[in-house]
């Protein structure tokens, strides 16, 4: 099993809802990732977790909160999002923190 | 921070021909990766690469550490090589993977 699954694939939010992004691998991965990408831009790194810390945050706002409940799950609570927040969510997993990188396929979010 | 520079930033082939893409970057590397992006926002690792050359199918890479440049080469394009290709590189040590701005591959049927 060579896959990360996230869900949803589609969010639609208003400025005061609260949602979450889950993020799902089974590859016995250490090191999980999630990523920002607007349209045609390269993915932004918001947050790493190593052996299920939090070992980079990437000056990311507070209104958004990762969590890693163990090591095969990684979430992203969304709360007061902005407009400018609408993006595709990209989750990603590795071994290790200089391994190969696997995606998953994505949250397209619109914030309205 | 390390700098990622890829050409060209778009590219039109014909279904059949070759291409080289290239990933230049400003500082010494021990992890370099290759995606692509489809039109459908999926990536895909196809290579991690921080020195040496490897083949997989279509689609061979070579870098060239002490130069600071790596090449990606797809041979003999489809329709479905389309999308953005990305070189993605951390400089030595613990550190995250910075990704260049992308190549925007368009193959033509």
């Known amino acids: 099993d060579t896959e990360v699954t996230q869900t949803p694939k589609h969010l639609v939010m208003g400025m005061t809802n609260k949602k979450s992004l889950k993020c799902e691998q089974h590859?016995?991965?250490?090191?999980m990732y999630w990523y920002k990408q607007k349209a045609k831009k390269p993915p932004e790194l918001m947050f790493v977790y190593s052996y299920e810390k939090l070992s980079i945050n990437e000056s990311v706002p507070s209104r958004f909160s990762p969590e890693c409940p163990n090591s095969s799950l990684l979430n992203l609570h969304l709360h007061a999002l902005q407009p400018e927040d609408s993006a595709l969510y990209l989750c990603?997993?590795?071994?290790?923190?200089?391994?190969?990188?696997?995606f998953g396929s994505g949250t397209q979010l619109s914030v309205l | 921070g390390i700098q990622v520079e890829q050409s060209p930033p778009d590219l039109i082939l014909q279904e059949g021909a070759n291409s080289t893409l290239r990933c230049n970057f400003s500082d010494s590397v021990n992890n370099l990766q290759w995606f692509h992006q489809n039109p459908w926002g999926q990536l895909i690792n196809l290579f991690y690469i921080p020195s040496g050359t490897k083949q997989n199918g279509r689609l061979s890479a070579t870098t060239v550490a002490t130069e600071r440049y790596s090449l990606l080469y797809i041979s003999s394009s489809q329709t479905t090589d389309s999308g953005v290709y990305f070189c993605a590189v951390a400089p030595s040590g613990n550190t995250p993977l910075v990704f260049g701005k992308g190549t925007r591959l368009s193959v033509i049927a």
């Open positions: 990603a997993s590795s071994q290790g923190r200089v391994e190969k990188l696997f």
């Open positions: 590859m016995g991965h250490r090191a």
